[in-house]
């Protein structure tokens, strides 16, 4: 009754990770990494999905790579005072504002459309990668669809392949977590093991 889709769905998985950039991801590791060398922060930024993503995601950077990281959707308070008094579409470029980003600084994205101002979609998102360009900080992504306005002003960005326009959200949402669990967990970036694997480590 089920196994059918279950099928296809991770056969598309697998077409997916088969078809990821790897030169995109490279050049995220490295952007990241130079911004960690010279004391930059990294900011992380989505709406729905994303924000989840975005708060787990500040956990394993600071944690697992070493790097100064935070997200504006930790912290509710402030984000609804900025929604209700500034207004949505600002809400994360004013929060950016407030922590002095700087050349320094990268932000990252997770969206799986990745903003369009056009069209009123992810206004959030726009109008922080504009002000993050406007002061010369870095523009990392991992987004879905075409990318949208994060994958046209991106330093580094992965398009998460479109294997079945059915699945776009699940699948792009999927991915980020799986391209950032790579880059935290890369031997090159990373400065200490997880819990897990140094516990193997030490009993074997």
């Known amino acids: 009754m089920y ?26 590791i490295g952007l990241l ?13 989505g709406v729905g999905g ?11 950077f600071r944690n697992l790579g070493g790097i100064e990281a ?11 005072t900025r929604t209700n008094d500034d207004g949505w579409h600002t809400v994360f470029a004013n ?4 922590s002095a980003l700087n050349k320094k600084d990268a932000i990252m994205v997770f969206s799986v459309g990745g903003g369009n101002a056009e069209k009123n979609i992810s206004a959030n998102i ?9 002061v010369g900080a870095k ?16 330093d580094a960005c992965v398009i998460v392949p479109n ?14 977590a799986v391209i950032w669990h790579l880059i935290v967990s890369h031997p090159n970036f990373k400065t200490k093991p997880g819990k897990w694997e140094s516990v193997q480590t030490q009993t074997s």
């Open 33 to 45: 990494k130079n911004v960690r060398d010279e004391k930059g922060r990294l900011f992380i930024i």
């Open 126 to 134: 726009v109008e922080s990668l504009k002000l993050a360009k406007s």
């Open 139 to 154: 523009v990392i992504g991992v987004v879905g669809r075409d990318g949208g306005y994060t994958a046209q002003v991106a």
């Open 163 to 176: 294997v079945n326009p059915d699945n776009v959200t699940p699948h792009t949402e999927a991915f980020q």
């Open 3 to 28: 196994k059918d889709y279950i099928k296809t769905y991770l056969a598309e998985v697998k077409e997916i990770a088969d078809k990821v950039d790897q030169e995109s991801v490279s050049n995220m």
């Open 95 to 98: 929060w950016l504002l407030g």
């Open 70 to 80: 935070y997200t504006p959707v930790d912290n509710v308070s402030e984000l609804t």
């Open 50 to 60: 994303g924000a989840g993503h975005a708060s787990h995601a500040v956990n394993d």
